[in-house]
């Protein structure tokens, strides 16, 4: 099996703070709260786009994060929402925990999509903290956390492209100047034979996996060597490159060698014979390049009768002439090819990650005697306290009280007067 796979992390936005705020009108001294809820911070989603064939775009960024909700603010103003973040992947991608290994979701099909992080709701505004004892409450939310993920994804990788042609016409060395990235090779039960694959991404961003297709012609018609593995990966083959060595340096002839190839394909499955191919005139660099060339061109024609004849790009791989134009075109032609084994289909799976509750706090000493607490659920409750002021703070007090942070810390053995920091907060613990 060949696999892509890249390890990146995600940020979901944040919750934008709330506000506290307090109406002032003409001739009402003293107006209500009127401070507004923040937005909510954008998700991050994986979604499925099957024009995509590799995990490449992840090899240049490897960091998602989605845009933080605006701040609540006066006059009830809830801040803008941001936008979720959508991030496209290839369909077969495999999403898995990079920590626990855990896989979190398999994305198959067109807009199959996954939430992988969710952003943070808003904190809320003073509006919402006005109470008969405190009308004019001092109270807001900051908005809460996004979810943060360190995920793996692995996509199994089946060729596009094949390239086909007698031994020494140039197929490793096309193969090693147009592809950037090999990716992981597992071992094959059949080792005598290992499919040279590689991965082709165009400046315009498209990309394809292309493959030598080893032992087609060493007999392989005949089922030596190949494996069931392997022959999925022909299968899937949408676009044959069919190399011929114009090198003239070869006894057989060009042409004749072209036909060999055809006849074998046709053996080893009739149905290859009827897949999309280019034929690539190799080693245009050599002195007799062209008139082989010519030649080639001739006798196609005249064998195609007046039909037309496949297209031919003529290339070298040793000084890269045309192997721009002739990958241009191969993208270009795997795009308007149907896909030979089954058409994507076009689902509306959607799927949200859900996270596991960890424990809510933990407490630990310092080596100054200063009581330490954490843990996930507490944190982002302390996060989400606006510590500019002190009702929100007594808020958070109470909070924690209801956690049953107090008793756990009473139990701990703490005194008045203590000093409790939660991240980089430190206050005084008081009965
Ligand atoms: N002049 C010239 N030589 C080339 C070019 N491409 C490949 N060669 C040479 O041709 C020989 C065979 O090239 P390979 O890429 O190994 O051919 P292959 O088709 O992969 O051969 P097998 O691995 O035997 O199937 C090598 O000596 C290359 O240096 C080219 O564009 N121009």
Same mark, same amino acid.
């Given at each position: 099996?060949?696999?892509?796979?890249?390890?990146?992390?995600?940020?979901?936005?944040?919750?934008?703070?709330?506000?506290?705020?307090?109406?002032?009108?003409?001739?009402?001294?003293?107006?209500?709260?009127?401070?507004?809820?923040?937005?909510?911070?954008?998700?991050?989603?994986?979604?499925?786009?099957?024009?995509?064939?590799?995990?490449?775009?992840?090899?240049?960024?490897?960091?998602?994060?989605?845009?933080?909700?605006?701040?609540?603010?006066?006059?009830?103003?809830?801040?803008?929402?941001?936008?979720?973040?959508?991030?496209?992947?290839?369909?077969?991608?495999?999403?898995?925990?990079?920590?626990?290994?855990?896989?979190?979701?398999?994305?198959?099909?067109?807009?199959?999509?996954?939430?992988?992080?969710?952003?943070?709701?808003?904190?809320?505004?003073?509006?919402?903290?006005? =109470?008969?004892?405190?009308?004019?409450?001092?109270?807001?939310?900051?908005?809460?956390?996004?979810?943060? &993920?360190?995920?793996?994804?692995?996509?199994?990788?089946?060729?596009?492209?094949?390239?086909?042609?007698?031994? =020494?016409?140039?197929?490793?060395?096309?193969? =090693?100047?147009?592809?950037?990235?090999?990716?992981?090779?597992?071992?094959?039960?059949?080792?005598?034979?290992?499919?040279?694959?590689?991965?082709?991404?165009?400046?315009?961003?498209?990309?394809?996996?292309?493959?030598?297709?080893?032992?087609?012609?060493?007999?392989?018609?005949?089922?030596?060597?190949?494996?069931?593995?392997?022959?999925?990966?022909?299968?899937?083959?949408?676009?044959?490159?069919?190399?011929?060595?114009?090198?003239?340096? +070869?006894?057989?002839?060009?042409?004749?060698?072209?036909?060999?190839?055809?006849? +074998?394909?046709?053996?080893?499955?009739?149905?290859?014979?009827?897949?999309?191919?280019?034929?690539?005139?190799?080693?245009?660099?050599?002195?007799?390049?062209?008139?082989?060339?010519?030649?080639?061109?001739?006798?196609?024609?005249?064998?195609?009768?007046?039909?037309?004849?496949?297209?031919?790009?003529?290339?070298?791989?040793?000084?890269?002439?045309?192997?721009?134009?002739?990958?241009?075109?191969?993208?270009?032609?795997?795009?308007?090819?149907?896909?030979?084994?089954?058409?994507? +289909?076009?689902?509306?799976?959607?799927?949200?990650?859900?996270?596991?509750?960890?424990?809510?706090?933990?407490?630990?000493?310092?080596?100054?005697?200063?009581?330490?607490?954490?843990?996930?659920?507490?944190?982002?409750?302390?996060?989400?306290?606006?510590?500019?002021?002190?009702? =929100?703070?007594? &808020?958070?007090?109470?909070?924690?009280?209801?956690?049953?942070?107090?008793?756990?810390?009473?139990?701990?053995?703490?005194?008045?007067?203590?000093?409790?920091?939660?991240?980089?907060?430190?206050?005084?613990?008081?009965?």
């Amino acid at each position: 099996m060949f696999v892509d796979q890249v390890k990146i992390s995600i940020k979901a936005g944040n919750g934008g703070n709330g506000a506290v705020a307090f109406r002032r009108e003409k001739f009402v001294p003293n107006g209500g709260p009127a401070g507004g809820d923040g937005g909510h911070g954008g998700d991050v989603i994986f979604k499925v786009d099957t024009g995509l064939r590799t995990l490449m775009d992840f090899r240049y960024q490897r960091k998602f994060k989605a845009g933080s909700g605006s701040n609540g603010m006066n006059k009830q103003m809830t801040g803008r929402s941001a936008e979720n973040l959508v991030i496209k992947v290839p369909g077969g991608t495999i999403v898995k925990d990079t920590d626990s290994g855990e896989v979190i979701g398999d994305l198959v099909d067109e807009n199959d999509t996954l939430v992988i992080a969710k952003g943070g709701r808003g904190g809320r505004g003073n509006i919402h903290f006005a =109470s008969p004892k405190n009308p004019a409450p001092e109270i807001a939310e900051n908005g809460e956390p996004g979810q943060e &993920r360190n995920v793996q994804l692995e996509l199994q990788l089946l060729a596009d492209v094949g390239l086909l042609g007698f031994p =020494s016409v140039g197929k490793s060395t096309l193969l =090693s100047v147009v592809t950037s990235a090999k990716p992981k090779i597992a071992e094959y039960h059949f080792t005598t034979l290992v499919p040279n694959l590689g991965m082709v991404q165009l400046d315009d961003g498209r990309d394809f996996v292309i493959a030598d297709i080893p032992g087609l012609i060493e007999g392989a018609s005949q089922g030596v060597g190949l494996g069931f593995e392997f022959l999925r990966h022909v299968e899937r083959t949408k676009v044959l490159l069919h190399l011929v060595d114009m090198g003239g340096l +070869e006894e057989e002839n060009p042409y004749e060698s072209y036909q060999k190839i055809n006849e +074998e394909l046709k053996k080893y499955d009739p149905e290859l014979i009827n897949r999309r191919q280019i034929i690539v005139a190799t080693k245009m660099d050599m002195p007799d390049a062209e008139t082989c060339l010519k030649e080639f061109q001739a006798r196609l024609r005249e064998q195609h009768d007046g039909r037309q004849i496949p297209e031919i790009f003529p290339i070298s791989a040793i000084t890269h002439q045309g192997l721009q134009a002739l990958m241009q075109r191969t993208a270009d032609v795997l795009e308007s090819t149907p896909n030979p084994v089954k058409a994507p +289909e076009v689902s509306n799976n959607e799927a949200t990650y859900k996270y596991e509750a960890k424990k809510p706090f933990t407490i630990e000493r310092d080596e100054d005697g200063t009581w330490v607490l954490s843990g996930e659920k507490l944190e982002k409750l302390f996060k989400m306290t606006n510590t500019e002021h002190d009702d =929100s703070l007594i &808020r958070f007090a109470r909070q924690m009280r209801g956690m049953g942070v107090d008793d756990a810390l009473r139990q701990a053995g703490i005194k008045n007067g203590d000093s409790v920091r939660i991240l980089d907060f430190t206050f005084e613990f008081v009965e």
